[in-house]
């Protein structure tokens, strides 16, 4: 009965963090995007600073009516937002946030590959959702994001798999038993890697060019309303939270700090996923958004040859030191 | 010595397991190879190119779940990583290419159905008999030390196995210089257009061919 009380609890934690963290996200990138940008952003809602507009957003997107184009796929056009925000959910369970067995969902023997291999069918939520709305823009949006992913797919599996080799094992927690502070310069490159990737991944600025609003409207979201268009939102917050986590526990050493590693590491871990995410915000303000080829030429000539070299240096140096 | 002795001690002894009083695990198993076969079935069925793709997906991630029951997790979380995540989506991002037609594709029929039905067949019995013959009545111990994990099949992959590995992986380097190649050409043929009457005669034919072909249906549904 305990074991079972446990695994219930420890659910329902990763089900409280997957609704509440992306929307921290959201809102944050709210204000950061807004203050950089010289203005004051959502200050009503709630009272204090606009805290709750996300909340109310939330409630706007409940009351809109739930429309499926005439032409479309029904079941696959409705399928698709479950499809793009399930992976999210699954992946957390496997992020550890603090040492011993206490501070991680489930603890998943090829955590590395589990996590990568179920972000991956996320996208196949947006595959879904561009080939069933019966809509160009939509189309034209599902085959950027499937020609994204094709292209970034690979040079995030081999800045993990250095990771992976560095440590030798691909649990996710065992990763971080095994991190030493001197991993930080030496996977260096493996983590701007691993982090470009995955904002294309996720198709943020500067890499959304599936959702360009100038050219295809919203991509392969251009057909949804109401809640539905709500959950493509959040499995995209939801994406940004785990790739940070991800990034933090893989590169940055997760609950591994210069001070308080026992007890507080779950802090270090919180702080690490928070000032990620900061960044991927940052960057959306900053960069204007890659052409297709310009996207295409990055990952192919850029960030392949970058995870290959990572991973010949990763294995020179895990030699040396045996 | 130990080349021989490893696999064997990997499978767990032929314990005696009745038939009629299956386990939990047993039962998952059935059902879910069950619904893996359905959704396989639907796939090659099914009159609508795109259906076809997203039942595949539930075929192979049956087949994933089916290797998480054999606590083989290595194997199902690359299954998931390379045939879910990267095959389907090459497959979906084709279709969505040249033509992912809502609704149902009559065209998409082949006459070779029943050659192809035949040649399932043949491979699937082979197969089944190949396998049945191999282990008979050996049963996994599901409850002992877990036979399928990252380091098992690592150490087994590069300690016995090393010589098809890398056989396999010179084979695939074989095809991803085909591929650069076979690209090459095409390329070469729109910088100089005087070669395209010579060697790169046949592709252009061909989708020349594909694309009368695949517009035409269109215009006769208009």
């Known amino acids: ?73 029904r079941r696959v056009f409705q399928l698709a937002p479950a499809v793009a925000l399930l992976p999210y959910l699954l992946v957390l369970v496997a992020i550890p946030i603090g040492p011993g067995e206490g501070a991680v969902g489930q603890v998943v023997d090829a955590g590395i590959f589990f996590v990568l291999a179920v972000m991956g069918v996320g996208v196949l939520g947006s595959l879904m959702a561009g080939w ?90 251009t057909e949804y309303t109401g809640l539905r268009f709500a ?14 986590g991800l990034t933090a526990v893989l590169f940055l050493g997760g609950w591994h700090g210069p001070w308080g590693a026992d007890g507080l590491g779950w802090l270090w871990t919180l702080l690490k996923t928070g000032i990620l995410a900061f960044l991927v915000i940052w960057l959306r303000v900053s960069y204007p958004r890659l052409r297709e080829d310009q996207l295409q030429k990055l990952a192919w000539t850029v960030l392949v040859p970058l995870a290959l070299a990572q991973i010949a240096l990763t294995g020179i140096v895990k030699v040396a030191i045996n | 010595m130990i080349l021989a002795s490893a696999p064997q001690s990997l499978l767990a002894a032929t314990a005696p397991q009745g038939f009629l009083s299956p386990t939990g695990v047993e039962i998952a198993f059935v059902l879910v190879g069950i619904a893996t076969l359905g959704a396989a079935v639907i796939t090659v069925t099914t009159r609508q190119l795109v259906h076809a793709a997203l039942w595949l997906v539930v ?87 877990v036979q399928g994990s990252t380091e098992v099949t690592g150490s087994i992959l590069f300690r016995h196995w090393v010589l098809p590995f890398e056989a396999l992986s010179v084979l695939l380097l074989a095809a991803l210089v085909g591929a ?36 035409t249906p269109d215009k006769e549904q208009r």
Request: hydrophobic share 55%; proline share 4%; aromatic share 10%.
């Open chain 2, 59 to 145: 075929a192979l991630g049956g087949l994933a779940v089916e290797y998480l029951l054999l606590t083989a997790e290595f194997i199902a979380w690359v299954q998931v990583l390379i045939y879910v995540g990267s095959v389907v989506v090459l497959l979906l991002f084709g279709l969505m290419l040249t033509r992912a037609p809502i609704g149902r594709s009559p065209d998409a029929d082949s006459g070779n159905r029943w050659v192809a039905l035949a040649v399932a067949v043949a491979s699937a019995a082979a197969l089944v008999w190949v396998v049945v013959d191999a282990f008979r009545t050996q049963w996994i111990d599901l409850d002992g030390a």
């Open chain 1, 132 to 221: 069933a709305s019966a809509n160009k823009f939509s189309l034209l949006g599902g085959l950027r994001t499937a020609a994204q992913l094709l292209a970034y797919e690979l040079p995030m599996l081999l800045a993990a798999a250095s990771v992976a080799m560095a440590a030798g094992t691909v649990s996710l927690p065992g990763i971080l038993n095994a991190f030493e502070w001197w991993w930080l310069p030496w996977q260096i490159v493996g983590a701007l890697v691993f982090f470009v990737a995955g904002l294309a991944e996720l198709q943020r600025p500067p890499f959304d060019m599936p959702v360009a609003d100038s050219e295809i409207i919203f991509g392969a979201y």
């Open chain 1, 231 to 244: 959950l493509f939102l959040l499995a995209e917050y939801a994406g940004i939270v785990v790739l940070c």
């Open chain 2, 180 to 215: 650069i190649v076979l690209s090459r050409k095409n390329g070469e043929n729109g910088e100089n257009g005087e070669t395209e009457a010579g060697a790169g005669t046949e592709p252009p034919t061909a989708t020349a061919t594909e694309t009368a072909r695949s517009v």
């Open chain 1, 1 to 73: 009965m305990n074991d079972v009380l446990d695994v219930a609890l420890r659910l329902l934690v990763v089900f409280v963090v997957f609704l509440t963290f992306p929307l921290i996200v959201g809102q944050t990138e709210h204000k950061v995007m807004a203050h950089m940008q010289g203005r004051l952003g959502p200050m009503y809602a709630g009272g204090f600073h606009g805290w709750a507009q996300l909340i109310a957003d939330g409630v706007k997107f409940a009351q809109k009516e739930d429309v499926v184009p005439a032409d479309a796929d």
